[in-house]
């Protein structure tokens, strides 16, 4: 039991905090309030709201409302003099010719019971605050952080602010472990190291979302965040259902913002799953991001540049675009020497299976690697569909082994001379004994083809992969 003279002691000390408390809270009461301005809706020019009287930064949220219709979120994506233009994340109907244009509160930071603080003040962050927290494993979400599974509204969330200060790049801890993908293609010649960001280059129809649902469940990672951004709706149940599966899904997140999403959800839903990565690295996770796909990212901004008047550049993409990608690329790697980290997978899509398209050849740049899915491969039934001499790691010698290293070179190698020899070996016209190194390679073509295929239900185990790849050289 406490002694007497602790207990008064402890008492009165509580009651010295709850004075402080009360003080503060006299203190918010008695300082007056800045008014909210509130603005008009002038015109609706195709996705753009234009407004006057609205003098808040870009990237504030308001409410734009007609009397008797529920108001319509849009974001501030850039201002004329004293017009501003907005960005609906809704539908625009209801809306008409001088409708408020009012913007959301400034959040407010309560006061911590027992410190010694300022009182209850605004902060300067009017951009959206959405949940984040361990309530969103397992669950499927919106851009706006609402459930779309229905099983019930999110726990053990809680809201936070959507823009957070870049890490220092000499703070970064360097990318120096191996990550498992469990993918035998990518462990063995591609190999990934934990906290870098590859891109994931393919045409439509060549098997780039199972590829992606193998690296959710076989990835050694503590969280899976699955961002789908402008794919087909139909794809998204699909994708949870049917390749995610069950094991996966227990300990993912997945942000769906499907093609007919205005433009500023898709990128908001980008953005989202990449705050939600962050959130779990900074407390010490690590975290594989799974991002389908950059492209339609890139589009949605397109949209909205052009909408709000900047002028095209590369093959109608706006500058802009060609901003945003490393803005958002930038976002996840490695955190704090000693923190967590987040592994990047963001799928591109090349038109028309075209290399130089403009945002693939900006993702290359801006990317620690790039894998090349081939239509050809995948219509010859070559699953998955990597086409390893296309594609390369940039931080594969930091995390493999010496030994491993020159093993894939040699593979690379004579997957290259097989390559160069295959019209004559279709013609017949080539004979073994005239070329060494062609014959080891015809010889050996099958093992590796059959190295390279992988069922999207089996694990290929990173040390395995090692070891077959050793093996068929040594053979």
Same mark, same amino acid.
């Given at each position: 039991?406490?002694?007497?003279?602790?207990?008064?002691?402890?008492?009165?000390?509580?009651?010295?905090?709850?004075?402080?408390?009360?003080?503060?809270?006299?203190?918010?009461?008695?300082?007056?309030?800045?008014?909210?301005?509130?603005?008009?809706?002038?015109?609706?020019?195709?996705?753009?709201?234009?407004?006057?009287?609205?003098?808040?930064?870009?990237?504030?949220?308001?409410?734009?409302?007609?009397?008797?219709?529920?108001?319509?979120?849009?974001?501030?994506?850039?201002?004329?003099?004293?017009?501003?233009?907005?960005?609906?994340?809704?539908?625009?109907?209801?809306?008409?010719?001088?409708?408020?244009?009012?913007?959301?509160?400034?959040?407010?930071?309560?006061?911590?019971?027992?410190?010694?603080?300022?009182?209850?003040?605004?902060?300067?962050?009017?951009?959206?605050?959405?949940?984040?927290?361990?309530?969103?494993? =397992? +669950?499927? @979400?919106?851009?706006?952080?609402?459930? !779309?599974? $229905?099983?019930?509204?999110?726990? /053990?969330?809680? &809201?936070?602010?959507?823009?957070?200060?870049?890490?220092?790049?000499?703070?970064?801890?360097?990318?120096?472990?191996?990550?498992?993908?469990?993918?035998?293609?990518?462990?063995?010649?591609?190999?990934?190291?934990?906290?870098?960001?590859?891109?994931?280059?393919?045409?439509?129809?060549?098997?780039?979302?199972?590829?992606?649902?193998?690296?959710?469940?076989?990835?050694?990672?503590?969280?899976?965040?699955?961002?789908?951004?402008?794919?087909?709706?139909?794809?998204?149940?699909?994708?949870?259902?049917?390749?995610?599966?069950?094991?996966?899904?227990?300990?993912?997140?997945?942000?769906?913002?499907?093609?007919?999403?205005?433009?500023?959800?898709?990128?908001?839903?980008?953005?989202?799953?990449?705050?939600?990565?962050?959130?779990?690295?900074?407390? =010490? +996770?690590? @975290?594989?991001?799974?991002?389908?796909? !950059?492209? $339609?990212?890139?589009?949605?901004? /397109?949209?909205? &540049?052009?909408?709000?008047?900047?002028?095209?550049?590369?093959?109608?993409?706006?500058?802009?675009?060609?901003?945003?990608?490393?803005?958002?690329?930038?976002?996840?790697?490695?955190?704090?020497?000693?923190?967590?980290?987040?592994?990047?997978?963001?799928?591109?899509?090349?038109?028309?299976?075209?290399?130089?398209?403009?945002?693939?050849?900006?993702?290359?740049?801006?990317?620690?690697?790039?894998?090349?899915?081939?239509?050809?491969?995948?219509?010859?039934?070559?699953?998955?569909?990597?086409?390893?001499?296309?594609?390369?790691?940039?931080?594969?010698?930091?995390?493999?082994?010496?030994?491993?290293?020159?093993?894939?070179?040699?593979?690379?190698?004579?997957?290259?001379?097989?390559?160069?020899?295959?019209?004559?070996?279709?013609?017949?016209?080539?004979?073994?004994?005239?070329?060494?190194?062609?014959?080891?390679?015809?010889?050996?073509?099958?093992?590796?083809?059959?190295?390279?295929?992988?069922?999207?239900?089996?694990?290929?185990?990173?040390?395995?992969?090692?070891?077959?790849?050793?093996?068929?050289?040594?053979?």
């Amino acid at each position: 039991m406490m002694p007497p003279i602790a207990a008064s002691d402890a008492a009165a000390r509580r009651r010295q905090r709850w004075d402080r408390y009360l003080a503060d809270l006299r203190t918010q009461a008695a300082v007056p309030q800045p008014l909210e301005t509130v603005g008009t809706l002038l015109r609706v020019t195709g996705l753009v709201l234009e407004a006057a009287g609205v003098r808040v930064p870009v990237g504030s949220v308001c409410d734009v409302s007609s009397p008797g219709q529920p108001p319509v979120q849009a974001e501030v994506v850039g201002f004329s003099g004293d017009r501003a233009f907005l960005m609906p994340t809704g539908d625009l109907h209801g809306l008409a010719s001088g409708a408020r244009v009012v913007p959301r509160p400034l959040p407010r930071v309560p006061p911590r019971l027992g410190e010694d603080h300022h009182p209850w003040r605004r902060t300067e962050d009017r951009g959206l605050h959405l949940p984040m927290g361990d309530g969103l494993l =397992g +669950r499927v @979400v919106d851009s706006h952080g609402q459930p !779309l599974d $229905r099983e019930g509204p999110l726990e /053990r969330v809680r &809201a936070q602010p959507m823009i957070r200060r870049p890490i220092n790049a000499m703070d970064r801890d360097p990318v120096r472990t191996p990550l498992d993908t469990g993918v035998r293609a990518i462990n063995a010649l591609l190999t990934v190291g934990r906290g870098q960001r590859v891109g994931l280059f393919a045409g439509t129809g060549v098997g780039k979302s199972v590829l992606l649902g193998m690296m959710a469940r076989y990835t050694q990672a503590d969280v899976i965040v699955v961002g789908l951004i402008g794919e087909r709706g139909r794809e998204v149940k699909e994708f949870i259902e049917d390749i995610l599966g069950d094991e996966g899904r227990a300990r993912s997140v997945v942000v769906a913002a499907p093609a007919d999403a205005p433009p500023l959800l898709r990128m908001q839903g980008a953005s989202y799953a990449t705050a939600i990565a962050e959130h779990f690295r900074d407390r =010490g +996770r690590h @975290v594989l991001l799974l991002m389908d796909s !950059l492209t $339609r990212y890139a589009m949605a901004q /397109r949209e909205i &540049a052009l909408a709000i008047g900047e002028p095209p550049a590369t093959k109608g993409y706006p500058p802009s675009v060609f901003a945003k990608l490393p803005q958002l690329v930038e976002r996840s790697g490695n955190g704090l020497r000693g923190h967590g980290s987040i592994t990047a997978f963001y799928t591109v899509l090349t038109e028309g299976d075209d290399p130089q398209d403009p945002i693939a050849d900006a993702a290359r740049g801006i990317l620690d690697g790039h894998i090349v899915l081939s239509r050809e491969l995948a219509e010859a039934g070559h699953y998955p569909a990597i086409d390893v001499e296309r594609s390369i790691s940039r931080v594969m010698t930091a995390v493999a082994p010496r030994e491993q290293l020159e093993a894939a070179r040699r593979l690379r190698q004579l997957m290259a001379r097989h390559a160069k020899a295959r019209d004559l070996i279709a013609l017949g016209a080539y004979v073994p004994g005239h070329d060494p190194e062609l014959d080891t390679a015809v010889r050996l073509h099958p093992r590796i083809v059959a190295l390279l295929q992988q069922d999207m239900h089996e694990r290929a185990r990173l040390e395995s992969s090692r070891a077959q790849l050793a093996a068929l050289l040594a053979g």
